[in-house]
């Protein structure tokens, strides 16, 4: 059935009638979309359709296949939920930018070819801004700004990559890259900038925590997961990002343990769990890829959850540091709940979603022999319980009680996170939905007595590590330098230093252009005879040893005889002389 | 909605001594039956020892927390830093 509408396009048309809705009907519109485009997706047929012809070139924009479908069906659910915890909203304009960020990333998912690609890329980037310009505080102005730069960067790398791969292979189709060649490097470094690979990563972390409460929800999603899902289809088994898999691991825990923004411990933990899937992909086994996607599936579900928790906090406190928070599991004990199901999905404990997709990945880098990665993701899954799992429910809904007593969040923000929990708790205790939808066939099971039991030691004594470690863990209102500072700070330092030289060479320039070379014509061509006799004489009798007396008296002479214009005549016709013979020397010579 | 239903169970020290006691008892009852167990290895024989993955979880969140407060000296900032 490839011949019905692309989901993109659904979102599109979505997002240009959705102004012209009038407010109830609107509310009906927004959950409505992602529920017909879920329903599309499970009807649409593996193959490809809709190709259209753009710069001389066939090209696709429905590519269908087990692995863009298990993303299709991922990213119109969080938007169900996303949307109905939106629903409050009265204006249109956050709705309509994500609705078209969200229907753009679908687009990518289902894109066949390169081109189509990189144009719902950029579109993805564009809207999302929009969500972050939305909370219309200068600080998100700014962060704003920076976010769209850094992808406008990371989508021109992947512009020129694109450009060079066609170049030399003539091939516009999107397919797993086979050479490691510069075109496929570039290409990877563009979706490696969207996956918030450090040092790339600093975007998500400066950028996220600024946007509006529900714009925080849907940004979670889209961008860092249609990126795994580029590499995924582009670069498994590239063992590089066994390696950029294991740094954002743990970076990502050590930054959220530093952070103090509850929304910036969850972008943290994004860039922190994102690792998981890059090392999933670069193991590239059937396994690990299933992993990758089952966790992907996963983690969308749970940090949409986590975020619509803390964006309930948000809502109803209007704070967001963990300096500011706590005690709020007397007045939001749903919340809190809610909150505390995300918290261990995300720690994969068993019961819940993270733990029938997270050790997929692990297991796999076991069947490779993958020592290090194993130990380097068992190190980052204790973190991920230290700094997700209990930090954040800890000091936003217990620790010391500030005197915050905001109240329930709304209806229809509960039933949002109700929905999502459910699903947490669905794929922790029957997954088998979720690995029906993989690209491989599944020969996994999570829950064996031996593997559970390690997974319960592992989780609990890293919570006893927690509270014994509580005093080192106190939150201080402070913030931490990232990679962005290159560009926050040391784009000021740049300009100062910039300023300092080439202005200063300016300012040079002048001095001597502008001001003293003239001076210095001016005052030599006011009488040019004297001063060229001078500049040639006086070196001329300094060579001949005349002391300084007998020099002032030639100098003398030579300005008197300027001056009244009496040369000696037997000079100037003996200089004419030798004119005339030098020159017709020379033409006879000739 | 109503924010005059609360709950203040944790105000009492009382109950926390009980959370930390059941706590204490389920981590107990997570490390037992690994002295009964026979345990697979994945790399080398002392993933078989009693206790390997509560060592590990404990010891990897121990380094983690100490060497991000050592990383917290050279990285945090006063939050009007970038200003």
Sequence with gaps: MTEWLPPALVFFIGALFLPLIPGKARKVAIVAVPALCFWLITALEPGSGWHYQLLGRELTLLRVDRLSKAFGYVFTI???????????????????????????????????????????????????????????????????????????????????????????????????????????????????????????????????????????????????????????????????????????????????????????????????????????????????????????????IYKALLWMSAGAVLYMTGKSKCTDLGGLYKTMPFTLIFGCIGALA????????????????????????????????????????????????????????????????PLHMQVAMFFMAFLCLLLGFYPQPLYAILPFP????????????????????????????????????????????????????????????????????????????????????????????????????????????????EMERIERRATEGSYPVGVGVLLAVLFLAAMSLLFFMG | MKTDRKCDWLDDPQNIRKVRMIFYMLLALTVLPDFFLHKHTLFYHVEAWPGFYAAGGFLSCAVIIVVSKLLGFLLKRKEDYYD
């Design chain 1, 78 to 300: 969080n938007a169900f939920a996303a949307f109905l915890f939106a629903a409050h909203l009265r204006s249109w304009h956050q709705h309509v930018a994500a609705m078209f960020y969200i229907g753009a990333s679908l687009g990518a998912v289902f894109a066949g070819d390169l081109i189509s690609l990189y144009l719902f890329w950029e579109v993805m980037a564009v809207a999302s801004t929009f969500l972050i310009l939305a909370r219309r505080s200068e600080k998100a102005y700014r962060a704003g700004f920076r976010y769209v730069m850094v992808h406008l960067f990371g989508g021109l790398c992947f512009l020129a990559g694109i450009l060079l791969h066609i170049h030399s292979t003539g091939a516009v189709g999107f397919e797993a890259f086979a050479d490691r060649s510069l075109p496929a490097y570039l290409i990877l470094l563009g979706f490696l900038i969207n996956a918030a690979a450090p040092p790339f990563s600093a975007w998500l972390s400066d950028a996220y925590p600024e946007a509006t409460v529900t714009g925080g929800i849907i940004l979670t999603a889209y961008t860092t997961k249609t990126a795994v899902y580029t590499l995924i289809r582009g670069f498994p088994g590239w063992e590089i990002l066994l390696v950029v898999g294991c740094v954002m691991a743990l970076y990502g825990i050590v930054y959220a343990i530093l952070e103090n923004d509850m929304r910036r411990i969850l972008a943290y933990s994004i860039i922190n769990q994102v690792g998981f899937m890059l090392c999933g992909v670069g193991i590239g086994t059937t396994l690990a890829l299933n992993g990758a996607v089952a966790h992907a599936f996963c983690h969308i």
């Design chain 1, 346 to 409: 995300i720690s994969s404990f068993p019961g819940f979603s993270g733990y029938t997709s997270k050790p997929m990945i692990i297991e796999a880098g076991v069947h490779e022999g993958l020592y290090w990665v194993w130990l380097v993701l068992e190190i980052a899954s204790a973190g991920v319980f230290l700094h997700a799992g209990i930090k954040f429910p800890y000091f936003v809904f217990f620790a010391k009680d500030k005197g915050l007593r905001p109240g329930e969040a």
């Design chain 1, 442 to 553: 599944v020969h996994f099971e999570a829950y064996t007595f031996e593997h559970t039991l390690n997974q319960l030691q592992l989780l609990l004594f890293s919570a006893l590590a927690f509270f014994l470690f509580l005093p080192m863990l106190k939150r201080t209102a402070t913030i931490s330098l990232d990679t962005d500072w290159f560009y926050r700070k040391g784009g000021r330092l740049f300009y100062r230093w910039t300023d300092r030289v080439f202005n200063g060479l300016n300012n040079q320039a002048d001095k001597i252009f502008m001001r003293r070379l003239p001076d210095l014509a001016t005052r030599f061509f006011r009488s040019p005879g004297v001063h060229l006799q001078k500049l040639i004489l006086v070196p001329y009798y300094r060579l001949q040893g005349l002391g300084t007396v007998a020099l002032r008296q």
